[in-house]
């Protein structure tokens, strides 16, 4: 099975700095546009984000999730693909 880091993303969204309800919010907009199939890559620096809100979210919809701390950077790359 190929890693989402490995594909290159259809968009990324950056929402460093921003707080809950913020990153999940712009996802899941992002995510209602894109088609079957598309990544999106999410740089985020909210833990509750990373653990919780966003994985819920992909569980919920069925769609494919991966996450990489970078810790060099202080925060973490997100991939979802759309199923």
Same mark, same amino acid.
């Given at each position: 099975?190929?890693?989402?880091?490995?594909?290159?993303?259809?968009?990324?969204? !950056?929402?460093?700095?921003? +707080?809950?309800?913020?990153?999940?919010?712009?996802? *899941? $907009?992002?995510?209602? @546009?894109?088609? &079957?199939?598309?990544?999106?890559?999410?740089?985020? !620096?909210?833990?509750?984000? +990373?653990?919780?809100?966003?994985?819920?979210?992909? *569980? $919920?919809?069925?769609? @494919?999730?991966? &996450?990489?701390?970078?810790?060099?950077?202080?925060?973490?790359?997100?991939?979802?693909?759309?199923?």
């Amino acid at each position: 099975m190929t890693n989402l880091k490995s594909l290159t993303p259809t968009e990324t969204l !950056d929402v460093l700095g921003r +707080v809950c309800p913020y990153p999940i919010v712009l996802t *899941k $907009k992002l995510m209602e @546009k894109l088609p &079957s199939g598309a990544i999106v890559k999410i740089l985020c !620096d909210s833990p509750v984000t +990373v653990e919780d809100s966003i994985p819920r979210y992909c *569980k $919920k919809h069925g769609y @494919k999730f991966e &996450s990489v701390k970078l810790e060099d950077k202080g925060y973490w790359e997100l991939y979802i693909q759309k199923t």
